[in-house]
Nanobody, 127 residues
Framework: QVQLVESGGGLVQAGGSLRLSCAAS????????MGWFRQAPGKEREFVTA????????SYTDSVKGRFTISRDNAKNTMYLQMNSLKSEDTAVYYC????????????????????WGQGTQVTVSS
């Protein structure tokens, strides 16, 4: 069965860095785009970033451009999110997710285009 497991969250001061990981299993990782979403307290879950199945193409929401970097290692079935210059507004539960369609060229940025989700990892940025 498909499983996505996030790790790497924690408490960090504003301006600090964290690296999240998403370990995938139960399917052929390299043929699916992947994405990161986040949900802050009292807010809806929002798109953060996505990466193509080869890792050659990425997209970011404007608020994290220049600070966050998404990457993947298909040999290790793992996706990463390097978060630098963290701000208090980055505080949220971060989720990794799999594109519902294999071999898709366009990287989706809406929730309903993703079919499997991890359990989430908490990121708290103190100001």
């Amino acid at each position: 069965q498909v499983q996505l497991v996030e790790s790497g969250g924690g408490l960090v001061q504003a301006g600090g860095s964290l690296r999240l990981s998403c370990a995938a299993s139960g399917y052929t990782f390299s043929i699916y785009n992947m994405g990161w979403f986040r949900q802050a307290p009292g807010k809806e879950r929002e798109f953060v970033t996505a990466i193509s199945r080869t890792g050659g193409s990425t997209s970011y929401t404007d608020s994290v451009k220049g600070r966050f970097t998404i990457s993947r290692d298909n040999a290790k079935n793992t996706m990463y999110l390097q978060m630098n210059s963290l701000k208090s507004e980055d505080t949220a539960v971060y989720y990794c997710a799999r594109d519902r369609r294999a071999f898709r060229t366009l990287k989706p940025i809406v929730e309903y285009e993703y079919d499997y989700w991890g359990q989430g990892t908490q990121v708290t940025v103190s100001s």
